[in-house]
């Protein structure tokens, strides 16, 4: 089983950047999909973005559509998040995640989860 380890999370203020990585350990990123999802207090978990195993194909939500860049490295084992332009809304827990299975903005068909590094965006 991969292990996940998310970093790069804390305070900015309103139209800040943040760069979050997820470092991978005990296999190899390459056979996964990768995913960001995030969870507000009070909040249920909610999809971010995801990149196909051979990052290709990156969706994302919405509401970070134009603001947040996904991104792998699979020599360094480590996906990124790259978010410019945040807003007080953003803030919240991210969550990295691998899969198994097809690219897919659903947190059940991951099989991997990291711990969540917090981002708190103030206004």
């Known amino acids: 089983q991969v292990r996940l380890d998310e970093s790069g999370g804390g305070l900015v203020q309103a139209g800040g950047s943040l760069k979050l990585s997820c470092a991978a350990s005990?296999?190899?990123?390459?056979?996964?999909?990768m995913g960001w999802f995030r969870q507000a207090p009070g909040k249920e978990r909610e999809f971010v973005a995801a990149?196909?195993?051979?990052?290709?194909?990156?969706p994302y939500a919405d509401s970070v559509k134009g603001r947040f860049t996904i991104s792998r490295e699979n020599t360094k084992n480590t996906m990124y998040l790259q978010m410019i332009t945040l807003k007080p809304e953003d803030t919240a827990v991210y969550f990295c995640?691998?899969?198994?299975?097809?690219?897919?903005?659903?947190?059940?068909?991951?099989?991997?989860w990291g711990q969540g590094t917090q981002v708190t965006v103030s206004s």
């Open positions: 995640a691998a899969s198994t299975r097809s690219l897919s903005s659903t947190p059940e068909e991951y099989n991997a």
């Open positions: 005990g296999r190899s990123i390459v056979p996964y999909s």
């Open positions: 990149i196909s195993r051979s990052g290709l194909s990156t």
